[in-house]
């Protein structure tokens, strides 16, 4: 066990915990914030996806030794009133279905947004890599071009 | 519930309660009288999908599961159109389990079949047009009118002579009083002003903050995580197990034995999983332990002919066979699958003395329910089960493994309240799979190249036999997992179809589609391959062989014309079409494909046309069939479970790959303008898009897939 420190959506947070756990664990069974989910364990789909120093980061394999005082922002702390650009345009175009992996893909747009306000689809297929199950697929990349453009 | 779109229901009984009057509405209960209505400012009713607050807040009680298919929305819809509700207002909550929200077409609660939509069709409408009847009188009643004078509208009663109007919320006490309409009427659908609409889901805002709860969120005070060492062996059991080196690790509070293995109790998921990494056990791997892939696939040859139990006979096809100018004979061959939902399965669950708590996503509340009571030692009525919402479902949330875990696991610890989590590993590995199957088909023609003749044998493990026992065996043939095989719908005038029933000792489970995902992909297959061997085009073909199926022929149209069917491509691609009927519903699908410089197919779009009937909300029966599309894309490509030594080789997504952004075609979706019968949505998009991607490999290389996945082949 070891105290870690760092902050959470602007709050400052120390935890006890053994420092291999990863920061996914310590964010859903520690701080309480389930909004980033669990699906593979290996980085593979991206549902963990927190913005880590505002860099879009798969957190089921990040130790959480890794993000002492560093700057985390998970879904919660995207907006208040989902008023993020791609929250906004999200709900727009009616994306999600079961919604699960949804977190995960809005943290990964948000980051490619802030790096590439007017990504190219050829750059939406390399960076947006998350898995969605249920196909939505077509809906995202609709909404990240509406969110490019403001909504 | 943190949702924003959803109430819990202490909240709305306090705030009912605060302001005086519920009107409640069920429509399911027996209404005589005063019954339901009168009922409305007492206590809590748990057996009723309406609840109007004083306040204008409008709770609709959703019986389904939310899996991603739209049902928070589509039934609030139905029962919104017949009250006139004003949209805004409306609130959801999920239902406990009980007797009034029984699936009528399943007699149980619970959500597959792609059933939602149809089943509630009739009595969601009917509990908001008498909740309707119900405000309006009493809106007569207080101004001293004709009711037949006042009419409706975004949750209110206006009485247009007076210019009066009361909202709903001032009426529902009055309203409450007043006895239920038994047969109120419904609109025509060309007053519809909610159905036939693309109204935005319900439920997404809270899937863009992360406020939506699933079953892996769920947090009870006191609660542990469990997570449990499983027979790599499907079918093993634990022989021994030492535990000394788990319980060191920091977090372990239990280790205990239940009958799936070992779960390993600590105070959150990290603890428990490195808890289970230090686990020691010895499998005693049972009779599946030499069960590998060729062995199934061996099997399944083996006995997939037509000296197995007749499904179907038309005619004479072995006659018809004989004397045929040309004849046709090909292998088809599908592999298991896992249905890897986003979310990995998951239960909570609290066992004590006086009752039992389940925490699921689950599809199934009526068998939680009676696992929950049979574990619990207690009757049913002191099982309560909460539904979360469903991180994808495809069928693998009816089973009640992930359920009994935690059941069995809170017990042996006492009674605490324990989360079972699943890796995505055990995920992978620990599934009720889509059958392996097996089928031999052979076609006789005539000299214009017009079937004869059709015959089709073929082998699988049966779903039902595995979840309900040999009892549904009828003549050695349990008709779930033919259908489709049965249903081939060309006008082949000898027809016979044979099913082998064939246990290979891994469990199979319901999957996106069932039965229709493999028998459609033959059916599919094989009438192009008839088409190409008269030297037809496979539309037209198709066409000529529907005209007694009109709603097949319908999507089939549709599909072809959109997709431009028959004008040149760029070079490099080409087009392959397939149709299908599923849970009622027809769909057409045209892939458009080419083969990247690796070899591999790459599917550039999918025109899907579709008939299911009256259309609830077009936006979610458009998404339904872009995800079934997806699905059963993803299965095509790459899908498949093989087993080793009675062990599921795959694990993960890096080696049970999934399709992503970058890989979706553009999916185009025409929705059949229909009065026809009410088909379902969730699943019938799956079926086509397997051998429509084949079919179209086939018209751009003239090489035939018969094998799945594609990606072993091309």
Redo the contacts between chains.
Sequence with gaps: ?AAISFTVNGKRETVNV?PD??LL?VL???L???????????A??G?CTVHLDGVATRTCVLPVSAVANKRVT???G??KN?AHAV?RA??EE??????????GQ?MAVAALLAKTPHPSDAE???Q??????????????AAIHRAAKGV | MSAPARVSRREFLETAGAVGATLVIGFQLPITGRGAGARAVGPFAPNAWLRIGADDSVLVVVDRS?????VTTALPMLLAEELDADWTKVKIESAPVAKEYANPLFGMQGTGGSTSVRAAWTPLRKAGAAAREMLVAAAADRWKVDKATCRTERGAVIHPVTNRRASYGQLVAAAAALPVPENPSLKHPKDWKILGT?V??L????????????G??V?VPGMR?AVVARSPVRGGKVATFDATKAKAV??VHDVVQISSGIAVVA?????ARKGRDALTVTWDEGPNAQVSSASISQLLAQRADDKAPVARHDGDADAALASAVSKVSADYELPFLAH?????QNCTAQVRADGVEIWAPTQFQTGAQGIGAKIGGVPPEKVKVHTT??????GRRFELDFIQEALETSKAVGGAPVKV?W???DDTQQDQYRPASFHRLRAGLDASGQPVAWAHAFAAPSIMVRVFGPGVIKNGIDEETVEAAVGMPYAVPNVQVNYALTDLGIPVGFWRSVNNSFNWFVVESFIDELAAAAKQDPVEYRRRLLTKAPRHLGVLTLAAEKAQWGTPLPAGRARGVAVCKAFESYVAEVAEVSLGSDGQPRVHRVVCAVDCGPVVNP?IVT?QM??????GLTAALWGEITIENGRAKQS???DYR?????E?P??EVHIVASSDAQGGVGEPGTPPIAPAVCNALFALTGKRIRKLPIGKLV
């Design positions: 066990m053994t756990t990863p664990w859903r069974d520690t309480g914030l389930t909004g980033t989910k669990f699906g593979c364990g290996i593979q789909c549902a998970t879904i919660e995207l907006s989902r929250q999200w709900i009616d994306v999600p279905q079961c919604g699960y992996c949804q977190s809005i939406i297929d390399a947006i890599t998350n898995i969605c199950r249920c196909g939505t697929y077509q809906r995202i990349r | 939310e899996m991603g298919q739209g693309p935005r889901r439920d997404t805002p809270a899937k863009v903050d992360g406020s939506a709860e699933f892996i969120d947090k995580v920091p977090g105070d959150g998921y990290w603890n890897a939902t986003m979310e990995p919402y469903l991180g994808g479902g495809f989590i890796s995505r590993e936006s998404a872009e995800s079934a599309i997806v699905y993960n997504f890096h999934m399709l992503r952004l970058a979706m553009v999916v």
